[in-house]
């Protein structure tokens, strides 16, 4: 049978899943378990039933992507076939090899009997996609394992092992090894012993907390209610399974998740999830084995070289890290070393952790050293006389097949391939600050990088735990490249007089983790002024204010001297106004003769976007992008855009492109109008009625 095996032992019938990797729970494995559940039922000779998971999963519920979809209510539907386990008049037992998440859950819920693996993960991660477990989930895990332990593992939609639920009596047997012999065997036993049918809908909850708790668990979701959704339904749910009969739950339950499913927010985690798993896939890429890295080595241990060789110590890969004196090395793993005992200091580390990690890493100051390494990140100053030297010397020292790679943010990685007589086996790996924490990885595709180069570092971004999005060579790849469009309008603002807090609150009231001048503090503003610099040479007819230059001239780089955009208390990262770039705002509006103005939050978003948007659509033209969905996951998980907006095209679409462009014909009749002149594939799209989503669909 395609999707499920259906086997006998002895008496007992067993529906092995398998649709691999996770048996994810389209129409085709649900209809798979019904059909055994039927046969099962028809066949007398057969006296009870177990599910089984097969491989890594027993399963990993409903694709996120199915979600929306016309699979997600195809007869049978998930509940139907909860259902059909519960009313089974024969026991069934749910064998839980491993992950049971989400919908894989639900199934092992309407099961009468559970054996699980100790090690197994089981959790309701559907939080996580902006809705509830919806089959019965939120009725019977409270039923099983008590109303305060499923209230926080649907309302968190973290996961946890069977062995750490086993005091909740979550499986019936919990076992190291063997899973399916102990189901069979339970199973055996249920029948001889007459045991009953367990159906999690009778149990009847006892909770005398239960007015304190929730009225508790929804003051906690409170502040985040208005993005997130979610959780307090998830609060009414469970509630109701204590309150309330199971199948008045279940009515509540459904519409519940309806309408979270409908949600704008929903949508958008989704487009989220189903995005960064679509960004590690390049067409022609699939076919290129990637080559083995077992070894590191990172040129130059500077504020980034550190916290990339951290990545790779963290999952066991040795790295050399090399640099041009004594001291300057010393003093790069002496961040690493402090690095980890912050850490440790959080418990996130133990003594041996860090000893470990730390001892995988080597600090070297010959090519020598690092003539065996698989992978060689170069991450030393962003000078391309200096990247010249370092490449050419790569280039004699490095063994055939290495991958030589480059963490430049702006520099032309195709000059850089060109230093070396290899350029197929160059790449631009281009981490991000703090790079030991933030997890995007851009990799930057030169005009000859190989197809198994690229593969190399798809595979090695899972692996390190990063997303890798790949991006073609232009100034400031896909990030950047925005990012600078979005900061030069965000300057212009000031110039009316606007002052960057309320800037910064406008754009973190939308949702991002922090608005631009915050960004710029914490990063160094003298690094964007460099950056300026390079731009005024490069476009002698693009217009930036003045503005951040004179902070910068002030010495004002940001946290790291104690003020910026902002003020700081010496060893306080709160950013406070400050009287200073108060005044200087308000000069240089004086001096420029803009008339003050009022602007209003909503304007300042509005500018925000468009000026990404706008600079994402030219992205795409230049196919500096491989689809549009790839620019929102650059943009969530490396800049702080909100998740419940799904990245800026996603949020584009939402608003709708002709409203997009509207806005920045409005804005193209003000002050510097020249930015504002939609890109063609922006008016194109627009014009023709369609999305940044078709874009994806067509390209
Ligand atoms: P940094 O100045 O903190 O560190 C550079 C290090 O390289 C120094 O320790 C220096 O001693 C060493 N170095 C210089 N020349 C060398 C050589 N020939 N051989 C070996 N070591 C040498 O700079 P950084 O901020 O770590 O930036 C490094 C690279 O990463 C640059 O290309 C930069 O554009 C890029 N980058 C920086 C950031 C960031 O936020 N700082 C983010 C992304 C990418």
């Known amino acids: 049978m395609a999707f499920a095996d259906y086997t006998s032992e002895g008496a007992v019938a067993v529906i092995t899943l398998k649709n691999p990797p996770l048996n994810a729970l389209g129409v085709g494995l649900r209809g798979a378990i019904a059909a055994g559940l039927g046969r099962a039922a028809a066949d ?8 089984a998971g097969s491989g890594s999963a027993f399963s990993g519920g409903v694709d996120a992507g199915d979600y929306g979809r016309a699979d997600l209510s195809a007869a049978p539907s998930l509940a139907d076939v909860c259902l059909l386990i519960e009313n089974s008049s024969k026991p069934v037992i749910a064998a839980i090899n491993a992950a049971a998440l989400g919908g894989g859950l639900e199934i092992a819920l309407a099961c009468h009997y559970r054996v699980a693996a100790a090690r197994a993960l089981i959790g309701s991660p559907e939080v996580k996609l902006g809705i509830l477990p919806w089959a019965g989930g939120t ?25 750490d639920l086993e005091e909740y009596g979550f499986a019936d047997v919990t076992v190291d090894h063997g899973v399916l012999p102990a189901a069979v065997d339970l199973a055996a036993r249920i029948v001889a012993d007459k045991w009953p049918l367990k159906k999690l809908r009778d149990v009847r909850i ?28 998830c609060i009414d749910a469970v509630e109701a399974a204590v309150r309330r009969p199971f199948d008045e739950g279940l009515r509540m339950e459904k519409v519940l998740f309806s309408e979270l499913l409908n949600s704008p927010q929903s949508k958008a985690l989704r487009h989220a999830v189903v995005a960064t798993r679509l960004a590690s896939t390049v067409p022609g890429v699939p076919g290129a084995p990637p080559r083995p890295v077992k070894s590191v080595a990172v040129i130059g241990a500077g504020t980034m070289g550190g916290g990339i060789a951290m990545n790779f110590a963290n999952v066991g890969i040795p790295v050399t890290v090399l640099e041009t004196t004594r001291a300057a090395l010393d003093k790069g793993l002496a961040t690493v070393r402090r690095n980890y005992e912050n850490t440790l200091k959080k418990s996130r580390l133990s003594k041996e952790d860090v000893d470990s990690r730390m001892s995988a890493i080597t600090g070297t100051l010959s090519y020598d050293d690092i003539r065996d390494a698989d992978l060689i990140i170069e991450a030393v100053f962003e000078d391309l006389q200096v990247k010249k030297q370092v490449f050419e010397k790569l280039d004699q020292a490095a063994k055939t097949g290495a991958i030589l790679a480059s963490n430049t943010s702006t520099l032309d990685l195709n000059a850089i391939a060109n230093f070396t007589r290899r350029p197929h086996d160059v790449v631009g790996l281009h981490f991000f600050s703090p790079a030991n924490v933030n997890r995007l990885l851009e990799i930057v595709r030169g005009a000859e990088t190989a197809a198994d180069v690229l593969a190399t570092s798809l595979a090695l971004s899972k692996q390190i735990r990063k997303v890798g999005v790949v991006a073609g060579v232009c100034d400031g790849f896909i990030g950047n490249r925005m990012m600078n469009a979005y900061f030069r309008q965000m300057e212009f603002l000031l110039d009316a007089g606007t002052l960057p807090q309320q800037i910064d609150k406008a754009l973190e009231k939308f949702g991002f983790a922090m608005g631009p001048f915050r960004v710029s503090d914490l990063a ?36 790291k001297t104690g003020g910026g955009w902002y003020d700081y208390k010496p060893g306080d990262r709160a950013a406070r106004p400050s009287d200073l770039v108060t005044k200087i705002v308000f000069e240089e509006a004086e001096r420029l003769g803009i008339p003050r103005r009022a602007v209003s939050d909503e304007e300042i978003v509005d500018r925000a976007l468009c000026a990404l948007i706008n600079e994402a659509a030219r992205i795409l033209e230049e196919k500096i992008a491989l689809r549009a969905s790839d620019i929102d996951v650059v943009y969530l998980t490396g800049y702080g855009f909100p998740d419940f907006r799904g990245g800026p095209l996603f949020y584009a679409d939402t608003v709708g492109l002709p409203n997009i462009v509207r806005t920045m014909r409005g804005f193209a009749l003000g002050y510097q109008p020249d930015a ?16 940044f989503a078709n874009w994806d669909d067509t390209a």
């Open 524 to 559: 160094g503003n003298d690094i964007l002024w460099s950056i300026r610099k390079r731009l005024y040479v490069e476009y002698p007819d693009r217009v930036f204010s003045k503005t951040p230059d004179r902070i910068c001239e002030l010495g004002r780089f940001g946290q």
């Open 139 to 163: 009725q019977r895990l409270p039923r099983l394992i008590g109303p305060e332990r499923a209230l926080n593992m649907i309302v968190s939609g973290n996961s946890s092992s069977a062995r």
């Open 206 to 233: 006892d909770f005398s907390n239960a007015e304190e708790f929730f009225d508790f668990a929804r003051s906690a979701v409170a502040p985040l209610a208005r993005n997130y959704p979610a959780p307090p339904k």
């Open 676 to 691: 504002w002149e939609p890109a063609p594939l922006l008016k194109r799209l627009a014009a023709a009625g369609k999305t």
């Open 44 to 51: 007398e000779s057969v006296t009870a039933v177990v599910i």
